[in-house]
């Protein structure tokens, strides 16, 4: 199975605060790196697929680059409703797999 | 607007089954552009894929899990559902139901609001 790791593990930023979360894939996934975003006690929602491309509705305050093993999430200005856990999952290989989240909190 | 809703017992006892049901609306699970899949994710820890299945009742199972776990498909209710085997007290976990796209790369766009298992004697 492809190993997913994340970094940092958590953060605290403030609101309007840039944010950049870290994944990395234990072997070559292409372009093949979504991004969730989930809220405590809800389900996960797609945020960015394949790299870099914005899910339909998400605000484009989120942005998504990388290939091969390293690939990164950025926040470009901290909003309120940010506050959650960032999860990116490969799906290049079966089984698809995520890694283990970034918590996003408040400073 | 697509919706999935899992539903099922919140508790099951330890070597016993655990079955879940996810009712879909909204789009039909007769598609063959999506894998309808089970995903779940223990207290506290990271999210696993359970397995899939494709309109045509093929099956994909995580590898960790596949002797215990059966996925099946009834399309005239627009649900599938998930089976799992002999369980143990780490199979307690919140169970998500979700939709994959299937393209030249694929994701998971859809997602139910997940239902915790609790296995527990």
């Known amino acids: 199975d492809i190993q997913m790791t994340q970094s940092p593990s958590s953060l605290s930023a403030s609101v309007g605060d840039r944010v950049t979360i870290t994944c990395r894939a234990s072997?070559?996934?292409?372009?093949?790196l979504n991004w969730y975003q989930q809220e405590p006690g809800k389900a996960p929602k797609l945020l960015i697929y394949?790299?870099?491309n914005l899910h339909s509705g998400d605000p484009s305050r989120f942005s998504g680059s990388g290939s091969g093993t390293d690939f990164t999430l950025t926040i470009s200005s901290l909003q309120p409703e940010d506050f959650a856990t960032y999860y990116c999952?490969?799906?290049?290989?079966?089984?698809?797999?995520f890694g283990p989240g970034t918590k996003v909190e408040i400073k | 607007q697509v919706q999935l809703q899992e539903s099922g017992p919140g508790l099951v006892k330890p070597s016993e089954t655990l079955s879940l049901t996810c009712t879909v609306s909204?789009?039909?699970?007769?598609?063959?552009?999506?894998?309808w899949v089970w995903i779940r994710q223990p207290p506290g820890k990271g999210l696993e894929w359970i397995g899939s299945?494709?309109?045509?009742?093929?099956?994909y199972y995580n590898a960790s899990l596949k002797s215990r776990v059966a996925i099946s498909a009834e399309t005239s209710k627009n649900q599938f559902s998930l089976r799992l085997s002999s369980v143990t007290v780490a199979d307690t976990a919140v169970y998500s139901c979700?939709?994959?796209?299937?393209?030249?790369?694929?994701?998971?766009?859809?997602w139910g609001q997940g239902t915790l298992v609790t296995v527990s004697s």
């Open positions: 394949a790299a870099s």
């Open positions: 909204g789009t039909s699970i007769n598609s063959t552009s999506y894998h």
């Open positions: 999952q490969q799906s290049h290989s079966t089984p698809p797999t």
């Open positions: 979700a939709r994959r796209f299937l393209g030249s790369s694929s994701w998971f766009d859809s």
């Open positions: 072997q070559n996934i292409n372009i093949y």
């Open positions: 299945i494709y309109y045509s009742g093929i099956t």
